[in-house]
């Protein structure tokens, strides 16, 4: 039973334009999401986080919104570069205890054409 | 930094074999956790531990056993390596209580049971 689906296994997008990454959860148990971004051969990196009692965290070129009505994430990416290219994780958290737990999605490969 | 450093970046055993798999982090971090990540399955958790000594079985602890003598090193051991194991292996830690940045990864060890 996958709790954290990602239906897109792989997004092309050209270099400068808007790379749009989504997420669906089913647990409205989740009290924290977080996107990862993995490149080959290397561990996974933190990216960006958002807290259920908000809809919308912006760093930089990323930014996550999160429809809890919907159960929906999104992560975007403006502009997109090369350097993006990437497979990005969602992951949602259950805290029963401090020890924040994380289930991962399965992942969309992200290719930025130049 | 935040370093967390997994001891091999690819293995190659026999399957029967006793693996172990070695999960060093320098940031006395309370929480470490073992995920395996396998193309179109993402990141699933295997085993976890949220204190010396102290483990909790994961989404997918079968034929896998971990070790925990000491604050800073977890480690992951397949009792009997089986060719169903072949996976790569990530190794990740975080502060009790701290939510908002997720884990940090090891770079992962690509294991091949033959």
Same mark, same amino acid.
């Given at each position: 039973?996958?709790?954290?689906?990602?239906?897109?296994?792989?997004?092309?997008?050209?270099?400068?334009?808007?790379?749009?990454?989504?997420?669906?959860?089913?647990?409205?148990?989740?009290?924290?999401?977080?996107?990862?971004?993995?490149?080959?051969?290397?561990?996974?990196?933190?990216?960006?986080?958002?807290?259920?009692?908000?809809?919308?965290?912006?760093?930089?070129?990323?930014?996550?919104?999160?429809?809890?009505?919907?159960?929906?994430?999104?992560?975007?990416?403006?502009?997109?570069?090369?350097?993006?290219?990437?497979?990005?994780?969602?992951?949602?958290?259950?805290?029963?205890?401090?020890?924040?737990?994380?289930?991962?999605?399965?992942?969309?490969?992200?290719?930025?054409?130049? | 930094?935040? /370093?967390?450093?997994?001891?091999?970046? @690819?293995? &190659?055993? %026999?399957?029967?074999?006793?693996? $172990?798999?070695?999960?060093?982090?320098?940031?006395?971090?309370?929480?470490?956790?073992?995920?395996?990540?396998?193309?179109?399955?993402?990141?699933?958790?295997?085993?976890?531990?949220?204190?010396?000594?102290?483990?909790? /079985?994961?989404?997918?602890?079968?034929? @896998?056993? &971990?070790? %925990?003598?000491?604050?800073?090193? $977890?480690?992951?051991?397949?009792?009997?390596?089986?060719?169903?194991?072949?996976?790569?292996?990530?190794?990740?830690?975080?502060?009790?209580?701290?939510?908002?940045?997720?884990?940090?990864?090891?770079?992962?060890?690509?294991?091949?049971?033959?």
């Amino acid at each position: 039973d996958q709790q954290v689906k990602q239906n897109s296994p792989s997004l092309s997008v050209q270099e400068g334009r808007i790379s749009i990454l989504n997420c669906d959860y089913t647990n409205s148990m989740f009290d924290y999401f977080l996107w990862y971004k993995k490149y080959p051969a290397e561990g996974p990196t933190f990216l960006i986080s958002i807290s259920s009692i908000k809809d919308k965290n912006e760093d930089g070129r990323f930014t996550v919104f999160l429809n809890k009505s919907a159960k929906h994430l999104s992560l975007h990416i403006v502009p997109s570069q090369p350097g993006d290219s990437a497979v990005y994780f969602c992951a949602a958290s259950v805290s029963p205890s401090g020890t924040y737990k994380y289930i991962f999605g399965t992942g969309t490969r992200l290719k930025v054409l130049a | 930094d935040v /370093k967390v450093t997994q001891s091999s970046r @690819y293995l &190659v055993k %026999r399957t029967g074999e006793k693996v $172990f798999l070695e999960c060093v982090q320098d940031m006395d971090h309370e929480n470490m956790f073992w995920y395996r990540q396998d193309p179109g399955l993402g990141l699933r958790l295997i085993y976890f531990s949220y204190d010396v000594k102290m483990k909790e /079985k994961g989404d997918i602890p079968e034929g @896998y056993s &971990v070790s %925990r003598e000491k604050k800073e090193r $977890f480690s992951l051991i397949l009792e009997s390596a089986s060719t169903n194991q072949t996976s790569m292996y990530l190794c990740a830690s975080s502060l009790y209580g701290q939510s908002n940045y997720g884990y940090t990864f090891g770079s992962g060890t690509r294991l091949t049971v033959v």
